[in-house]
């Protein structure tokens, strides 16, 4: 929590810097406030931290699972890799590498699971960030349409920013972190038990005043002693906690030494366990069926497309070799044109692109090029585009100027990660100026594709043109 903290602060120092420079000698009002646009490099420390947790508490699950079957100690702990930091005085990487030197996992098993833990992980990070940053916009904007005194000097802005860190990290931490720590925590212990699985399952709750009615209602039908058979319906329509949001059931494998010992086997009907439990949209679930322990709910996707943030999580994805996990990320766009050549353009519902942009996609397209128009944001800036399951970037470029040339291509490179890059282009000396940049460039920088769009053909330059 600490740690978390920590991160957070320096993300708010950072809008305030930007805030302040871009409103620098001018008056605040609300709408420059909600709009201003700042390029999020991303906290590392924080993405860091959140793939240290998720990875932990994967792994822990899977040890505790094995250890139980073994006939040791039973643990119901969901708390990841912070359990050993406490216990052994570990960092959070030792605490990982711990974990996976107790584990008989095979190094390709990891090498599958890891690419998928770090995306979760890098998704959550990106997420708070822009939520920690939304909800002091709006309170900022708010004081100023309100007049109030927060406005006398940037002190007390800072000032502000720093108590509102303190006093959202906690409950943010709880219901978002313990979440996806949990359902990390659980797939592990799925896991492990997956090729051999136990006669039935126990639901464990923590009774208190904190427990929420979803989990009441299930505590006096099942679990704490009660077990469910693995093959209960129960499981395959209702599957596996967290159920709601700071949820704190968990369960655990039950043995045929101990039913009849102290834990018994019921058929509860399946008529009586609905009226009384209904978990929240989106919970519960067998987490490696549906694979929810890192993929990223729609509810998810949505706060990233209103952040402007969709390409980032999109260009993550890709990074890590999953660009077949594209098609769910880019659900529900609007298809606005096929070509013939099997080339198509759908577009996000905030995409913003004006005519030229679209125009442009449209001929991509019909050139055989799958194109998704990414979301935009007014608060953050983004890539134009998904093509060919790569981060693209579109430029119309009108001017011979070489400095203004040299600047469209950094950016869209550089700043937008574009890994292909389309140009129109309107005469031959701009060709010729603008091979010659991109070869002065293109080191450094992830272009693996030019599409240069001239006399109405659109021209493929790969990277290795540009280095011979």
């Known amino acids: 929590m600490v740690r978390f903290k920590s991160f ?145 000097s940037w002190k007390d802005i800072e000032e502000m920013t720093e108590d509102w860190g303190e006093k959202f990290t906690p409950r943010y931490w709880e219901t978002v972190y313990r979440t996806n720590v949990q359902s990390a925590y659980n797939a592990g212990r799925l896991m492990q038990h997956k090729n051999n699985m136990p006669p039935a399952w126990e639901l464990l709750f923590v009774e208190d005043k904190r427990q929420s009615d979803i989990c009441r ?52 009907p399946m008529k009586e366990i609905g009226k009384n439990f209904k978990p929240q949209k989106g ?59 099997g080339g198509y353009v759908q577009k996000a519902a905030n995409s913003k692109h004006n005519p030229e942009e679209i125009a442009s996609a449209k001929r991509l397209a019909d050139e055989g090029h799958k194109v998704y128009l990414l979301p935009r944001s007014d608060s953050a800036s983004s890539p134009d585009m998904i093509i060919d399951d790569e981060i693209g970037e579109m430029k119309h470029i009108d001017t011979i100027k070489r400095g203004t040339i040299r600047e469209h291509i950094r950016k869209g490179g550089d700043r937008q990660r574009a890994r292909i890059l389309y140009i129109q282009i309107q005469s031959q000396k701009q060709k010729e100026r603008l091979l010659q940049i991109v070869k002065e460039e293109i080191l450094d920088l992830p272009i693996q594709t030019i599409l240069l769009d001239y006399k109405g053909s659109i021209i493929k330059y790969a990277r290795n043109f540009f280095l011979k």
Not at 75 to 88: C, H, K, Q, T
Request: hydrophobic content about 35%.
């Open 8 to 152: 957070i602060k320096e993300v708010l120092k950072d809008y305030l810097k930007n805030l302040k420079e871009a409103l620098k000698n001018e008056k605040l009002n609300p709408e420059k406030i909600k709009n201003l646009s700042f390029e999020r490099s991303g906290n590392k420390g924080l993405i860091r931290l959140s793939e240290n947790l998720i990875q932990g508490s994967l792994l822990l699950g899977c040890l505790h699972a094995m250890t139980q079957k073994r006939g040791e100690k039973e643990f119901a702990d969901d708390s990841g890799s912070s359990v050993l930091i406490e216990e052994e005085n570990l960092s959070f990487d030792e605490a990982v590498n711990f974990l996976r030197a107790k584990l008989p996992m095979k190094k390709d098993e990891w090498l599958s699971l890891e690419p998928k833990l770090r995306f979760r992980a890098f998704t959550v990070a990106k997420l708070s960030e822009a939520d920690f940053i939304e909800t002091v916009k709006g309170r900022l904007a708010l004081a100023v349409e309100k007049n109030e005194s927060i406005l006398d």
């Open 217 to 268: 209602g299930l505590t006096f039908i099942t679990g704490n002693g009660k077990a469910l058979h693995k093959d209960h319906p129960f499981w395959k329509t209702y599957g596996f906690p967290p159920y709601h949001f700071n949820c704190r059931t968990t369960f655990r494998a039950v043995y045929d030494f101990e039913i009849g010992h102290g834990i018994e086997i019921e058929n509860t």
């Open 283 to 341: 919970f519960g679930g067998n987490p490696i069926e549906k694979e929810s322990w890192w993929k990223i709910t729609p509810e998810m996707i949505a706060r990233a497309d209103r952040y402007g943030i969709t390409a980032d999580i999109v260009a993550q994805a890709g990074e890590f070799d999953m660009q077949s996990y594209y098609p769910e990320l880019l659900q529900n766009y609007e298809s606005i044109h096929k070509g013939k050549k």
